[in-house]
């Protein structure tokens, strides 16, 4: 089936650092998701993006739905240790079609 | 509100026995999914239903059967189990067509077929 490309696939970086990771899709979106999925619980939902251009913030966690469409990004700042997880994207078509088309995710280890 | 709840939370079959996921919420919420996740393959959907009586195939519906007889129910069968079916399960349920990006995820269902 259709899927996202994310990237980095993993990520292992410093307590403090920030952390950048993005989203593309061959078709245009209308609706962009990121997710946090702790070890042994289901995703959580972080941030949704709904317009183009549009940047969001919660926290620590800033998104952005891509000019294109074609995109987002998730920054991460100053990350700590409970940053530790796997982050998802998620992206709607749109019009009738209201599946989730999901990324494969990105895994991050924090050091502290 | 419990929210999201699946249950079992682990299960170990044997190639062709059966076995009924359980899933329910407790937010009067319209929609509900069923996913499967797999090392590598990220989420994929399984099965979704709109509301009471009314369900569709998702990605990777073959193997599975859904029903929807009320709003806060939702179980997944697996009729007869094999071992490509060894995933972890989970149940997601959002509002409705107002909000329809806030999916709620239950704990997950991690199966084994032996």
């Known amino acids: 089936g259709q899927q996202l490309n994310q990237s980095p696939q993993s990520m292992f970086i410093q307590e403090g650092e920030d952390v950048s990771m993005n989203c593309t899709s061959s078709?245009?979106?209308?609706?962009w998701l990121w997710y946090k999925q702790d070890p042994g619980e289901g995703p959580v939902l972080l941030i949704a993006?709904?317009?183009a251009g549009e940047l969001t913030s919660n926290g620590r966690l800033t998104a952005q739905f891509g000019i294109t469409r074609k995109d987002s990004f998730l920054n991460i700042s100053a990350s700590i240790p409970s940053d530790v997880g796997i982050y998802f994207c998620?992206?709607?078509?749109?019009?009738?079609?209201?599946?989730?088309?999901w990324g494969l995710g990105t895994s991050l280890a924090v050091n502290p | 509100n419990a929210g999201v709840t699946q249950t079992p939370k682990f299960q170990v079959l044997k190639t062709g026995q059966s076995m009924t996921l359980q899933c329910a919420q407790d937010?009067?919420?319209?929609?509900m999914s069923w996913y499967r996740q797999d090392p590598g393959m990220g989420l994929r959907l399984i099965h979704y239903?709109?509301?009471?009586?009314?369900?569709d195939q998702g990605e990777v519906p073959n193997g599975y059967n859904v029903s929807r007889s009320t709003t806060e129910d939702f179980p997944l069968r697996l009729l007869s189990a094999a071992p490509s079916q060894t995933s972890v399960y989970f149940c997601?349920?959002?509002?409705?067509?107002?909000?329809?990006?806030?999916?709620?995820f239950g704990p997950g269902t991690r199966l084994t077929v032996l």
């Open positions: 997601a349920s959002s509002p409705g067509p107002l909000e329809p990006d806030t999916q709620y």
């Open positions: 937010m009067n919420h319209e929609y």
């Open positions: 239903s709109v509301g009471a009586g009314i369900t």
């Open positions: 078709s245009i979106f209308n609706t």
């Open positions: 993006l709904y317009k």
């Open positions: 998620a992206g709607r078509i749109g019009g009738n079609n209201r599946k989730l088309i």
